[in-house]
């Protein structure tokens, strides 16, 4: 069949791949640092290993059809694999790591890929490689004094890890309280390796996000943003991982804070919330962005974008290590109610007054950001020895209360919304409604919500931001226009 395109003409479609691989020493890196926590923080005893179960394939449903896996993030971490139904020892003697793979029938190479043994061993950076059914034999030769399973409560999601379940661990001493912490520990301060990682996937998914501002325009379906965004980051690097479900509101939608229907058709003169992200070699990217569905901010839309975006101007004006994360929260919070005590939605009173009442929390309703990395919640948040969680409406949302350090990589996501569950529930609140205007709120429910979130890592003065969207009430008009934006 003859076509009149030529690959000259269809250029423009396509660009070359851009790839950033991970360094096959970083987790033989990790895999010491760990060795070394464990020995310093619990004395082991000689001959000590941790036993680590990657994602398990599932299938959907009765189907032959499998869900899309993504890898247990510490298998990742220690190991460097992407497979799955796989397990892994790491010797906390040595440091070393040996991977048990599952051993895949013949006939399956007709339909899949089939890795086998030798592909282990050359791809990644361990010490040997076995079949799953071999781990028996390994450790009745191994005799390990203990086993450590990595076993604890997920700080946001109150759910523990799945782990290895072989009747054979029973005639072992298993150890399940003190691996989680360590690790936890070890990832909440982000390695050189990490950081450029995180640096490259937030990249892409700042281009993306520009790139959907820039095509974004009444009467198109919410889901049309989504698309967009997932193909020119699966164009530019590959990545068909999704650090979690793409947020794509127009107008009402956008106080839901997790809204992901994606299905309603985008009005005029509505505001565009627009919170998705991506992953690379297991990293996360996680940007918020809010932005006119017709390219310019109404007045009220205005008022409250620049209420949120001074928030997060002042959060990165003062971040850095040695920073309590609560007090950059409740400097978010008193931005904005500067803002809506001058817009007439919240009377003039004391600001403390405002604080202990939580009147911020009403249109404030969650916390400032969370750390990120190979999970989009990354872990650590509330680990031992760090402060506990606030009982306060706002402040219990707070994913951590911890003392920054250098290293960490956490968002600023600061954000104002008119929530009719929480509005009604404040007004019907004798201590918190004569704080409200509901007069003056009912004007600005239209605009719905707006959150700006970056992902930046902390240093010793200040931070890098790894985002880089607009952020201005002019570079978002620019931006939506499709003009030159950054100054």
Known sequence: MQTNHTCKENEHLLNPPIQLPLPKEFHIKTRQLLSQAMHQQHKLPANSIALFKSEITKPIQDQDIEETPQQEANFHYLFGAQETDCYGIVDFDTSQAIMFCPNIPEAYEIWMVVNRQSYFKQTYAINDCFYVEELNKYLEEKKPSEIHLYDGENS???????????????????????????????????????????????????????????????????????????????????????????????????????????????????????????????????????????????????????????????????????????????????????????????????????????????????????????????????????????????????????????????????????????????????????????EKIEEYKEVGGVRLEDGICITKTGYINFTNVPRTIEEVEKACAGLHWKN
């Not at 912490?181 to 995180?198: F, W």
């Not at 992901?260 to 962005?289: E, F, P, Q, R």
């Not at 350090?405 to 004798?430: D, H, M, R, S, W």
Request: charged share 20%; proline share 4%.
């Open 156 to 438: 946001d999601s109150g759910l523990r890890p799945s782990l290895p379940t072989f009747d054979f661990l029973e005639k072992y001493k298993i150890v399940k309280h003190q691996l989680y912490h360590t690790l936890n520990e070890l990832r909440t301060i982000k390695h050189p390796e990490e950081i450029e990682q995180l640096m490259f996937i937030n990249k892409i998914s700042s281009d993306a996000h520009v790139r959907v501002m820039q095509n974004t325009y009444p009467h198109l379906k919410e889901y049309q943003m989504e698309s967009l965004f997932k193909f020119h980051v699966q164009e530019r690097c590959g990545s068909k991982a999704k650090a979690y479900d793409c947020i794509c509101a127009s107008g009402q939608g956008n106080a839901t804070l997790h809204y992901n229907a994606n299905t309603k058709l985008i009005a005029d003169n509505c505001l565009i919330l627009n919170d998705m992200g991506s992953k690379y070699n297991g990293y996360c990217s996680d940007i918020t962005v809010t932005f006119p569905s017709n390219g310019k901010f109404t007045q009220k839309q205005k008022h409250i974008y620049q209420a949120v975006y001074e928030a997060y101007k002042n959060v990165l004006d003062n971040v850095k290590e040695g920073v309590q994360w609560d007090d950059m929260h409740l400097l978010a919070e008193k931005t904005i109610l500067k803002h809506l005590i001058n817009i007439g939605i919240v009377v003039n009173a004391p600001m403390e007054e405002l604080i202990e009442k939580r009147i911020g929390a009403v249109f404030f309703p969650h916390g400032l950001g969370h750390f990120i990395g190979l999970c989009v919640h990354d872990v650590g948040g509330y680990n031992p020895g760090h402060p506990e969680r606030h009982s306060q409406a706002g402040l219990k949302n707070l994913r951590t209360r911890r003392t920054l350090q250098a290293g960490n990589c956490i968002t600023v996501e600061p954000g104002c919304y008119f929530k009719e569950l929480i509005i009604e529930k404040a007004l019907n609140n004798q201590e918190q409604c004569k704080y409200l205007v509901k």
